[in-house]
């Protein structure tokens, strides 16, 4: 009998580890929506799932993503853009409705499972200007009262994702690390109304932007390669940069009496395009790099037993993004904007049976045809500059850039990119293939080398329901204006020559 009851015990441990062990170990990533053609929510919810991603995290509420979250089994972090900052600091109730028609619908209705709610999105970064000072705390104030108030408060915790210049060091090592001196004491209450309320702090970190900021800065410390010169804090030696950002956060928090309040990595990966050091081998290497350190719970030097909660940037690329930051900002995406892979990734984890990445499934295009420089077409005509500038105007042509992945194509075919490009955008409308008579169709894909030119998603024969447009204005001509300066540039010279 006793033999028999020790057996079932053992049994049933080996059972409940292995039923608890699928899915623990899992990726977590943000999703962005900002797009011209999105994937349906339900694709991408299955390729979150296919690849082992149990954890998401939105930058807003929009009912098509919440509603595919449903019953999924994923860990949602959902987002509150800057914008809605100023009426929840100013009125409670707004953000009664606000958790009302956003957290607790979805929780009871549709059995989303949300985990946190994301008060703005790096409300204090520098360019911003203080812009959102006087109401982010407020609003993260607001925002709990009514999580409690709809009984939510010990399920769903708050936080702020903040980029990592709140904190900085004036000794140039981790050890000097507290925060920025504008807004200290701001930032010690929001940090403690958190660790009253159970809520991590939650912070982005861009090793990339530090080797696009600074020419000189060693490309291998920005990786997990452990062969830079490292950067000697007493006895710590740093390797990657970071280890070493993370931990002057932790030590500004030590300095501070917060030596114990939870950390989540918001934001953190390798754009594929838009720069020189923007590209897939690169991307490749570092987010290799991060998940094998996810994998193998990995802490830092100030937090060697405790590995901070990591949510990779991004999911998929998102063609409508701001590119005041540089070109690099719309091709984020571990996935391309259809979910077709970039690269491989090895995750092993118990949930992907293949251990590498699996690209997205069910995904309809567009007729496989392409809109180009007609062959006959001078690059010497009085139209072509303005064309390429309308085209460009209304449709993403980063990829042109110096350094990116197309930046290396004659003049003509430069023109072919953009004229398909807008074609692509406006869903190879009658004609929109016209260009002055320009540019001609072809079945025959013209793309060349690092360059693809894209074939878009057919999102009519996708959608389900209803989805509100990006509000996002990045796709104007002034964000474009740089990639077309270069074009028009570029036509000028050959026209001369």
Not at 78 to 104: C, E, H, K, M
Not at 404 to 417: E, F, I, K, P, V
């Amino acid at each position: 009998m006793g033999g028999g009851l020790g057996y079932l015990v053992c049994l049933l441990s080996v059972v409940l580890s292995l039923v608890w062990g699928e899915g623990v170990v899992g990726l977590s990533v943000n999703w962005g929506t900002r797009s011209t053609h999105p994937l349906p929510p339900e694709i991408v919810v299955k390729l979150l799932k296919d690849n082992g991603f149990n954890k998401v995290k939105l930058f807003e509420a929009e009912a098509p993503v919440l509603r595919a979250l449903g019953n999924s089994g994923i860990q949602v972090m959902l987002g509150i853009p800057n914008d809605f900052l100023a009426p929840l600091a100013t009125s409670v109730g707004y953000a009664i409705r606000w958790v009302s028609q956003n957290v607790s619908t979805y929780v009871s209705k549709y059995g989303v499972d949300i985990r946190y709610i994301a008060v703005g999105n790096e409300p204090f970064l520098k360019t911003y200007k203080d812009t959102y000072l006087q109401t982010t705390f407020p609003a993260l104030r607001n925002i709990q009262a009514a999580l409690i108030k709809a009984g939510l408060g010990p399920q769903v915790k708050v936080t702020v994702p903040l980029n990592a210049d709140v904190y900085e060091t004036v000794s140039g090592v981790p050890s000097g690390g507290d925060f920025r001196s504008d807004i200290h004491a701001l930032m010690l209450s929001i940090i403690k109304f958190l660790g009253d309320n159970g809520g991590p702090l939650t912070i982005n970190i861009y090793p990339y932007l530090s080797l696009y900021a600074d020419p000189h800065f060693p490309v291998d410390y920005a990786f997990f390669s452990g062969t830079s010169t490292p950067v000697v804090d007493g006895s710590i030696s740093y390797t990657n940069v970071f280890e070493a950002n993370y931990d002057t956060l932790i030590w500004a928090l030590e300095k501070n009496g917060f030596p114990s309040l939870p950390v989540i990595i918001g934001e953190v990966g390798w754009p594929t395009d838009g720069d020189s050091n923007a590209n897939l081998q690169y991307a490749q290497k570092f987010n290799q790099g991060l998940v094998d350190r996810i994998i193998r719970g990995q802490g830092t030097p100030k937090r060697p037993t405790t590995a901070p909660e990591v949510y990779l940037f991004g999911l998929l690329d998102e063609d409508t993004k701001s590119v005041e930051p540089g070109n690099f900002e719309r091709h984020w995406g571990v996935f391309y904007f259809d979910g077709t892979l970039k690269y491989s990734l090895n995750t092993r984890l118990n949930g992907n049976s293949n251990n590498t990445l699996v690209p997205a499934k069910g995904v309809r295009y567009l007729e496989r045809r392409w809109c180009i420089m007609a062959p006959e077409a001078s690059i010497s005509d009085p139209n072509l500059a303005d064309s390429i500038k309308y085209a460009c105007s209304y449709a993403d042509c980063t990829s042109l850039g110096y350094g990116s992945s197309c930046g290396r194509l004659d003049t003509r075919s430069n023109a072919s990119y953009a004229f398909n490009m807008y074609f692509q955008t406006v869903n190879q409308q009658k004609g929109s293939c016209l260009f002055s008579n320009l540019s001609v169709l072809t079945s025959m894909d013209p793309s060349q080398g690092t360059c693809r030119f894209q074939v878009m998603i057919d999102i009519g024969k996708h959608e389900t329901s209803p989805r509100t447009p990006p509000t996002s204005s990045s796709s104007s001509l002034h964000d474009n204006l740089p990639i077309i300066f270069v074009l028009l540039s570029l036509i000028f010279m050959v026209s001369v020559y």
